[in-house]
């Protein structure tokens, strides 16, 4: 409940915030909505020239296209913001407003500016998200999309999680433009189904850099049948990552020069 009372303070001081640069709220809308319209116009261009990608038909693709762009809002909305300050705040030496506050370093880094700017862009890939699911002609039964939500919230904790690792080097190397961009380079694999990756490649994008199990596998249990295996996998995937980012967060900030050493 601390952290929960945490947040709604952070969500509070994140929307006040925003109102006050109103041009900038309207502009990332406008920005994202480009971005999201070209994502669907891109998938629907390729199946005027084939009625399958990687097993799935346009109906299956869309419903994929709409859970990466909302996992797109999402971490925008949510994480975005804190990360791109976060090699900034290092370097300054500013870290160290974060490590004296009573609560989990990590998550008060991670949360504390929550894009309020972006939150409209949310509830548009809700809507996509919707459509997509009204537009399948085939059955869906109501736990199999519970789930799917579920598993695309862990997929945007999963790309949080993946990010901060690419980040965390900043510690050592003072400069995490390099991490950044390998990062965004290698993160457009979310955006193509798992079904295109064959060998070295499907079994990194499946284990180490699990970009894969962000939207593919849970559209895959939505509406392929539901494979028992590939849950476990996801969830043992996610706390790997997690117990490896804890692990990894605790060795760099033994690397951490604060502002008064």
Not at 20 to 49: K, S
Not at 94 to 116: G, H, K, M, N
Request: net charge positive.
């Amino acid at each position: 409940m601390r952290y929960f009372r945490l947040y709604l303070h952070f969500l509070r001081f994140s929307f006040s915030k925003a109102m006050e640069f109103r041009v900038d709220f309207f502009f990332r809308i406008v920005m994202d909505c480009f971005f999201y319209a070209i994502n669907i116009a891109f998938y629907q261009l390729l199946f005027l020239h084939t009625s399958t990608l990687a097993g799935w038909n346009e109906e299956q693709a869309m419903i994929f296209v709409a859970a990466y762009i909302l996992v797109d809002a999402l971490q925008m909305t949510i994480f975005s913001t804190n990360l791109w300050w976060f090699p900034i705040l290092v370097n300054r030496g500013d870290l160290d407003y974060y490590l004296v506050r009573p609560v989990s370093t990590l998550f008060f880094l991670s949360t504390r500016e929550f894009a309020a700017n972006s939150l409209c862009n949310v509830f548009i890939a809700i809507g996509i998200m919707i459509w997509a699911l009204l537009s399948y002609s085939g059955s869906l039964l109501w736990w199999k999309i519970l789930l799917f939500i579920v598993l695309i919230l862990n997929g945007t904790f999963m790309y949080y999680m993946v990010h901060m690792l690419f980040l965390v080097g900043v510690f050592w190397t003072h400069s995490a433009r390099g991490f950044d961009s390998m990062f965004r380079q290698l993160c457009l694999v979310y955006e193509r189904p798992d079904g295109i990756f064959r060998g070295t490649a499907r079994k990194i994008f499946t284990t180490i850099l699990p970009f894969c199990l962000m939207c593919s596998f849970p559209a895959r249990l939505l509406f392929e049948d539901f494979q028992f295996s590939i849950l476990l996998h996801i969830i043992a995937v996610t706390l790997c990552i997690f117990f490896l980012l804890q692990a990894v967060w605790k060795i760099s900030l033994k690397a951490y020069s604060s502002a008064s050493s």
